[in-house]
Every structure is written in structure tokens, then in C-alpha cells.
């Protein structure tokens, strides 16, 4: 089961290096960047929200720092936003420290609606202080690289380091620590977790990864401004539906879910125009309602009960 | 020096004295047993050993240290494990998980706390139910998954709140058998019981308590004749 899973993963990821010299065409790679920036959100908000069971509104905070941590260096200092490949991220896991130490020694929707805050704080401060940020003017740069196939494979490369660190978390002590913390906090404190710590394990990268994420936006977009990078239902809450998609505290689950989530919206967009968002609306309550653990949620409970079948068939081969 | 000792412990909530002024010493290696009628804070001196609620006042001392002091996840770390009435199982975690993520208090490696857990659930009994989730098992095997993560954590003294409350007779003897076993290993054992049978077979000692303040302390079977206990438990009519 193990080896399929893993053989499947390699077909998967051959066929996602060898994709762009097939899809030649700007518009379909520029989809499939988008897919993998998403997934990347995805699977950093899921180390936090899905395995360590604390549900952040506002992965917008950590996104738009890493956004403008790079187009900052370009509009002050003149260095090259790529740069802000590697300081985003940082910037952002500092701005998620003090948070985290904060919030969480308290449990229940604290951390939540701080979150929530943080996003809308750092919004409206990054229009206000205009004469650091440029203010609601945004800042555009000049794109270093254009060629849209070195973006699909900056923005692959980024996605398998985001799935390999979170999987590697996942599945150490850490990972174990999370989930017993996101299942029951007492339990966990009882078995000597320090539950405090733990969260901020979980915090960290997860702010880290969406922090590049952002920073991979401010290069391949060229453009930013406080109302895109830190905005709260296209940033904050897409993510959760990304993940809620996919699946919660599964691998795969959300980069299945951004995919899912930018190729429907696209369709929806072109076939059904202005209506495009009431049927995508519908649909996420469809699938909240009927799939709650996501697709590749489900898919492992599909999948069980099926080989359960299997086995209990008398004589059976 | 004590091996285990409460000192004039008291826990108010707001006016409410759950816990007064109570005193008792554990020695290494007994099972010490804490009965009361519903209410007179069994539980609560539980929730303060392990810190899950801050004293009013008084102390704990731990092997010559004061533990009264320290966060609640250090005191597991020191070597006291505890168990909850209410079952607390790592609902979406398998039963193996359940016990590693106790495991990994001593060990960081998965390979380790792996085994350590197998060796657990064979210790426990409950190697048939490894790999199903624990919010499928029934009470019985919940109490026991309470007590075997617990023990993964390889504690030297074991809290159980509760172990054999709501299970049948045939399910409680199993229970009792387990803490039996527990006890060989040479873990102290401070154990509170609503089932006065249990406690009977198995206490070294029994503390009676009631409104949060001794009423009796000794063997058993001093425990079962001493009238300010039939009088808490049944009334004054039949002390």
C-alpha cells in the first residue's frame, strides 16, 4: 500500500516535470502557477489548521508580508525581489512569533479571531503608511524573468519542498504532538505535550511557506497592493476552502483542492459569467455538506471500506 | 523523606472549598485508594496533583521535590501519569497512535516509540485493536487505552480516576487484573473508585474523604467499619 502510494507520487510528479514542454500555451501554465502557489498556501495553512487543529482566518497576514518583503527590496533598496524568495518567508514566521506566543495559552477561537485581526491589521496599515509601503498605489516591478516555464517549474520546486517539510513534520514526534493537541488538549498535556510549544512548531513554518508564497506572487505577478496581498475572502478564506476541499490533514489534499479550486473557478468564470460565483458558493456547500473531510479525506474512507469488502468475501482470492 | 506527600492542600472555586486543608502521604510502590461520596473532591485532588488546576494553597512534594509549582506538562515529565474519569482518547488517532503519542515523552524516534507502544498494548491487552480508531472503541477498551497511553509515558507513579466506573463485573475484574499487573512492575498507584468492592480488593490504604476534608484513613477493612464513613456513605441513621 505503502510502495503503490509512493509509486503513484513518483508517476505524478514525472508527469508534472515533463507537463510544460507539452502545454505550450501561456494561458494553461499560468493556470498551473497558480494551482501550485495555492497548493503551497494550502499545505501550510493544513500543517496549522488541519494537523494542529488551529484554525487561523488570516494566512492573508503572512502572504502579503512575504509580498511585500520582496517588492519592498525592489522599491527601496533596489535589490532583486527574488531575493524576497528567501526574506519573505522569514519576515513573515517573525511576524507570526509574537502571535502565536500569545494566543496560544488560550484554546477555543482565539487564535482565530486574532488571526482574522492581523490580516485586517496589516491591511489597512499597509495603506495607511504610504510613504513606506506606497500606499494603495501598490508597487510594480519589473519582472526579472518572463519566460512563464521557469515560473511553473520556481513555483513546482517550491510546492515539493512546502510537501516534503510538512510531511516530514508530520510524520516525526511533532506530527504526533500536533494531532494529539488538535484532538484533545488535555489529553495531550496529561502525556506531557507542551501544548504552547507545539502550536508554535506548527505556526512557524506554516507562516514560513505561505511568506514565500507571497514573495513567488511579487515575482511572477510583477504587481502588488494592500487590497490583493492581504485581502481577506481571495487570501484568508480561500485557503480554508482550498483545504476543506482537497482534505484536511491529508498530504495531498490541498494541492488537490487548489487545482479543484483555480480550474473550476476558471470554467465557472468563462461559461457562466456573472453567476459564476453563486454556483461555486453552492458547490463549496455541496461538498462541506456531503464530502466534509475533502476529497482525499474521503478517498482513504472509500478506499477502506472497499478492501473491508474485499476481505470479508468467503474464499475470496 | 516521603516518596509522595500533600501537604495542608486547599482549592477553592469562589467560595466553594472543594479541597480543604487535606494531608496524606503515598509510600513507594503501594496502591493508595481515595474514596468519597459524589462530590467531595476525588477528582479535584487529582486535577491539583497533576496541575491541571492551580492550588489555593498548600504543597505537593514528589520525591523530596516541590511540584506544586511547575506547569502541567512537566509534572508527566517528572514521572506521574494520570488517567481521566471521563475518557479522553485521541478520537481520530488509531489505538497504536494513541499510546506512541505518550511513547514520544521519552524518546524521539517513531521506530522507538513504536515498540514501545507494541510492547504496551500487549501489556494491556488490547493487541486486537491496534490499528482501529479510538473513537470506535467501547468504554471498557477506552479506560483501558486511557491507562496504557498513560504508561507510555512510563510514569513511576499512576493516577487513575475512575477505572472500572460504568464497566460490568466481568469487564471491572479484567481492570482490576491490569492494575494488578500495573502494580508488579513496581509503579505506585494512587487510585480513586466509586465501586467500593474494588477498592476493598485492592487498596494497601484507603483515604475517605468528604466536602474536600479526611474523614478516615487505614486498611480497608478499618475503613469499611468506621462510622463517619457508613454515615457519609448512607446517612446518620445507619452509623
Request: charged letters at 15%; one cysteine or more; glycine letters at 10%.
Amino acid at each position: 500500500m505503502k510502495n503503490r502510494n509512493m509509486i503513484l507520487t513518483g508517476i505524478l510528479l514525472i508527469i508534472a516535470a515533463v507537463l510544460p514542454i507539452f502545454i505550450d500555451a501561456p494561458y494553461q501554465l499560468h493556470i498551473l502557477i497558480l494551482i501550485m502557489m495555492w497548493a503551497v498556501i494550502g499545505t501550510s495553512w493544513n500543517l496549522l489548521g488541519g494537523y494542529a487543529g488551529q484554525v487561523s482566518f488570516g494566512h492573508a497576514a503572512f502572504f502579503g508580508v512575504g509580498a511585500y518583503t520582496a517588492g519592498l527590496l525592489v522599491f527601496h533598496l533596489g535589490i532583486s525581489p527574488w531575493w524576497g524568495m528567501l526574506l519573505g518567508p522569514i519576515v513573515a514566521a517573525v511576524v507570526a512569533l509574537p502571535i502565536g506566543l500569545i494566543c496560544f495559552r488560550l484554546r477555543g477561537p482565539y487564535f482565530a479571531l486574532a488571526m482574522l485581526a492581523l490580516g485586517e491589521i496589516f491591511r489597512l496599515l499597509f495603506i495607511n503608511l504610504a510613504s513606506f509601503t506606497n500606499g494603495a498605489k501598490g508597487i510594480l516591478i519589473m519582472p526579472e524573468i518572463t519566460s512563464k516555464m521557469a515560473y511553473y517549474y520556481i513555483g513546482l520546486a517550491m510546492l515539493l519542498l512546502t510537501v516534503l517539510i510538512t510531511y516530514l513534520i508530520v510524520h516525526s514526534k511533532i506530527g504526533y504532538y500536533m494531532v494529539s493537541i488538535r484532538e484533545d488538549q488535555d489529553a495531550a498535556t496529561s502525556l506531557g505535550v507542551p501544548t504552547t510549544l507545539y502550536k508554535i512548531y506548527a505556526l512557524l513554518p506554516s507562516a514560513f511557506f505561505t511568506g514565500m508564497a507571497g514573495a513567488f506572487y511579487t515575482n511572477y505577478v510583477a504587481f502588488i497592493d494592500p487590497h490583493i496581498v492581504f485581502n481577506l475572502s481571495n487570501i484568508s478564506v480561500m485557503v480554508i476552502l482550498v483545504v476543506m476541499l482537497g482534505g484536511v490533514a491529508t498530504t495531498w489534499g490541498p494541492t488537490v483542492g487548489a487545482a479543484i479550486y483555480i480550474f473550476l473557478g476558471e470554467i465557472f468564470r468563462t461559461t457562466l459569467g456573472p453567476a459564476n460565483v453563486l454556483i461555486f458558493g453552492v458547490l463549496v456547500c455541496l461538498i462541506i455538506m456531503f464530502l466534509p473531510n475533502g476529497i482525499v479525506g474521503e478517498l482513504n474512507i472509500i478506499k477502506r471500506i472497499m478492501a473491508r469488502k474485499k476481505e470479508s468475501l468467503p474464499g475470496g482470492a | 523523606m516521603n516518596y509522595f506527600e500533600i501537604k495542608n492542600v486547599t482549592k477553592r472555586f469562589g467560595g466553594l472549598a472543594a479541597v480543604s486543608n487535606l494531608s496524606f502521604q503515598v509510600e513507594q510502590g503501594e496502591i493508595f485508594g481515595i474514596i468519597g461520596p459524589n462530590g467531595s473532591g476525588k477528582t479535584t485532588v487529582f486535577n491539583l496533583i497533576s496541575r491541571f488546576f492551580p492550588l489555593t494553597s498548600g504543597e505537593i512534594y514528589y520525591k523530596g521535590k516541590r511540584i506544586d509549582l511547575i506547569p502541567a506538562h512537566k509534572i508527566c515529565e517528572m514521572g506521574i501519569g494520570r488517567t481521566f474519569q471521563v475518557v479522553k482518547p485521541l478520537r481520530r488517532m488509531s489505538v497504536i497512535d494513541n499510546i506512541m503519542a505518550g511513547a514520544f515523552l521519552r524518546t524521539s524516534s517513531i521506530r522507538k516509540a513504536r515498540h514501545k507502544a507494541e510492547e504496551i498494548i500487549d501489556f494491556c491487552g488490547l493487541d486486537k485493536y491496534t490499528h482501529r480508531e479510538a473513537k470506535g472503541l467501547p468504554i471498557p477498551l477506552r479506560k483501558r487505552l486511557e491507562i496504557a497511553r498513560s504508561l507510555a509515558t512510563e510514569p513511576s507513579l499512576i493516577l487513575l480516576d475512575e477505572t472500572c466506573a460504568g464497566l460490568n463485573p466481568k469487564e471491572s475484574e479484567e481492570a482490576i487484573a491490569l492494575i494488578h499487573r500495573i502494580r508488579k512492575t513496581g509503579i505506585t498507584i494512587i487510585i480513586v473508585e466509586h465501586i467500593m468492592k474494588v477498592m476493598m480488593g485492592i487498596s494497601d490504604r484507603i483515604l475517605a474523604i468528604n466536602f474536600g476534608s479526611e474523614i478516615a484513613l487505614g486498611k480497608p477493612k478499618e475503613i469499611a467499619n468506621h462510622p463517619e464513613v457508613i454515615k457519609a456513605y448512607l446517612g446518620d441513621a445507619y452509623a
